[in-house]
């Protein structure tokens, strides 16, 4: 559904431009869960920020059901890593989840129904009148997601959600994501630095190579569903698919130290 | 002593020390036979006389009305425009050296241009206060619409917010401590230039009356104006504290909770 074909990014012009992003192509299917890992700064947020058509990319396209992205689409909604900036803090859980739908133009109860019942798959109907601020980081990260749901997305793009909260609540929020995802049927595109975050959530991972950036390699996960936070990473297969991410992703980091040292040197 | 027990003692000391001063200072001046500070009492019952309310339509009312138009207009100018600058980089650059220099003018200065176009009526003194005032609140809003976090504007534009909702919902209200900080310093100016304003030239107003008093050695009634500028100027601040704290709530808990 989603077609990432030929894409590259540059920032500045001539002697200050930046490469970011090399040559990319993605394709990710109906319903499919796709992570995207890969070394620190390798620009997977420019990646998905152009998949979003928050960023337009110097070349190449991105096709969602065969539309090419140049703006926001309507059927794709975005969960940021910075949870506490992307939460409006002068509006309470309700209205930070009701906000997006003023596009959509829905009649009141309509709007309220989506509201409820994405704050309720969230689990915080309790707290629908609090404000983001009296919340605790994870929390706030599920009125993200919940704002995202409402908005009735075809496919969720996530950038490092659970970067910033600590490993308990972020089990939890791994499960709560792949839950939601399966039950609103969804597609997630969810980028992350975090290898086990990746196997153990993925259909698929795509591994991008340091900037400038290009697919080092895709993999198939083929762990048994629903996944299980003790027994999906008890298993074999579990164990090898985070040692293979894990040395492709070391492997290319070495291969290119010394490109750059003898870059340094030549320059 | 109990977080109860000391807010009360902070609230007796705000009424105690005030009224402690009012009476060392009606003691002392009793009987005062020093032309320019006449007893406390000679000016209580001048305030009686015309502050209630004998001159409350005649300069009090002609005074605030100039005061809150001015204000007002500044505070709507101010946004309006803060809020094109703070969005377009271009129009900021274009408009900043002309910004600086007009800000850089002595408002008094402007005074006799203001009498020329307007003559001495409430269009002039109006103006001078729009004018004065507008600064801080359009420095503010620049400031406060061009510093909105960036992921906050990406989150909107995300959700394809239109951008009617983008400005009221999402620029002017993070923008709006700032703002609020830059109508707090109006207001105070706004007080002062009607003052001002009326000193130069004017016919009526609380400003004038106060000059007046001083040229026909009124010294009581001078006295009685200028302790009405001072319960008005505290009344506005405090009001506008009041609206403030209602306004910003969510600021002061964002922030409590940011610093943990």
Redesign the interface.
């Given at each position: 559904m989603l077609r990432v074909e030929h894409l590259g990014k540059t920032y500045g012009e001539g002697d200050d431009a930046v490469e970011a992003i090399g040559d990319v192509d993605i394709e990710v299917a109906e319903k499919e869960f796709v992570c995207i890992v890969g070394p620190s700064g390798c620009g997977k947020t420019t990646l998905l920020k152009c998949m979003g058509g928050l960023l337009p990319p110097s070349s190449g396209q991105v096709h969602l059901r065969d539309q090419r992205i140049e703006g926001p689409p309507e059927r794709m909604a975005l969960v940021f890593q910075e949870y506490s900036r992307s939460l409006f803090p002068w509006l309470t859980v309700r209205q930070n989840v009701a906000f997006p739908l003023r596009r959509k133009k829905l009649d009141k109860s309509k709007a309220k129904e989506l509201v409820e019942n994405a704050v309720k798959s969230v689990d915080l109907t309790r707290f629908l009148d609090r404000y983001p601020w009296e919340l605790s980081g994870g929390m706030q990260q599920r009125v993200a997601i919940a704002r995202a749901l409402a908005y009735e997305p075809d496919i969720m793009l996530m950038d490092e959600p659970f970067a910033s909260v600590d490993a308990q609540t972020r089990a939890d929020l791994e499960d709560l994501v792949l839950e939601i995802s399966r039950e609103y049927g969804v597609t997630v595109v969810f980028v992350t630095h975090d290898i086990d975050e990746a196997v153990y959530l993925s259909d698929r991972i795509v591994v991008l190579t340091p900037s400038p950036t290009t697919v080092q390699e895709v993999l198939e996960v083929e762990l048994p569903q629903p996944r299980d936070q003790v027994e999906t990473k008890e298993q074999q297969e579990f164990a090898q698919l985070r040692a293979h991410v894990w040395r492709s992703i070391k492997r290319k980091q070495e291969e290119k130290k010394p490109e750059a040292a003898a870059a340094g040197a030549a320059g | 002593m109990s977080a109860r027990g000391k807010h009360f003692l902070g609230v007796g000391l705000e009424i105690a020390v005030p009224i402690a001063l009012l009476v060392i200072w009606g003691v002392l001046s009793a009987g005062s036979k020093t032309y320019y500070f006449p007893p406390l009492t000679d000016i209580f019952t001048a305030f009686k006389d015309n502050w209630l309310f004998e001159r409350v339509s005649s300069d009090v009312v002609p005074s605030l009305t100039r005061m809150f138009a001015g204000f007002g207009i500044a505070i709507v100018v101010g946004i309006s425009a803060g809020l094109l600058f703070g969005l377009s980089r271009r129009a900021r650059i274009a408009a900043d050296p002309i910004l600086e220099f007009l800000r850089a003018i002595p408002p008094p200065a402007l005074l006799p241009f203001a009498i020329l176009v307007f003559g001495v009526g409430n269009g002039m003194k109006i103006f001078i206060i729009a004018l004065v005032c507008l600064w801080p609140i359009l420095l503010n809003t620049i400031d406060g619409v061009n510093s909105v976090?960036p992921?906050?504007r990406?989150?909107a534009?995300?959700?394809?917010?239109?951008w009617r909702?983008r400005i009221w919902?999402?620029m002017l209200?993070?923008a709006?401590p700032q703002i609020f900080a830059g109508i707090r310093t109006s207001l105070s100016l706004a007080l002062i230039l009607m003052v001002i304003s009326e000193m130069v030239a004017s016919t009526n107003g609380i400003g004038y009356f106060v000059l007046q008093s001083q040229r026909t050695f009124a010294i009581p009634e001078m006295w009685s104006g200028i302790f009405l500028l001072g319960i008005l100027g505290y009344v506005f601040n405090a009001g506008f504290g009041l609206i403030e704290k209602r306004v910003l709530r969510?600021?002061r808990?964002?922030r409590a909770?940011?610093l943990g």
């Open positions: - | 976090d992921t906050l990406e989150t534009y995300m959700y394809g917010i239109p909702d919902g999402v209200p993070a709006s969510w600021h808990g964002a909770s940011a």
